[in-house]
């Protein structure tokens, strides 16, 4: 994937307001950077996740929702859970959407922060 074209692909996505195309680019943004990507070299990636987090917030509704992926927000656990329902099964607490976080879609208390 070229993240400089989806980028741009989103941003005019936006102007246009065609929110289920912006959403897909952003969905697909954030997945790329989660796993590694480079990030388009005129953004930080704060500046950018910033972005990716405002896009996912003005679509919502629109296009394809973004997989469940979780982090602690007081640890790095979450990896192995695919689902909200896993989660709460597991022990997870205040599960939320974190579409600014590199690293995963939601945060929430894994069951060993919530008992420590
Ligand atoms: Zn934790």
Known sequence: MDPNQTFLDMFE?????????ARERAIALKDWFAKGGFYPHQFTPEAMHAYIASVMRRTAGHGPEPLFTLICCDCDAGDGIHTEEQAITEGWSEIEPAFALPQANYCGRCPDCRDR
């Open 13 to 21: 996505a936006m102007k246009s307001e065609e929110f289920e195309t």
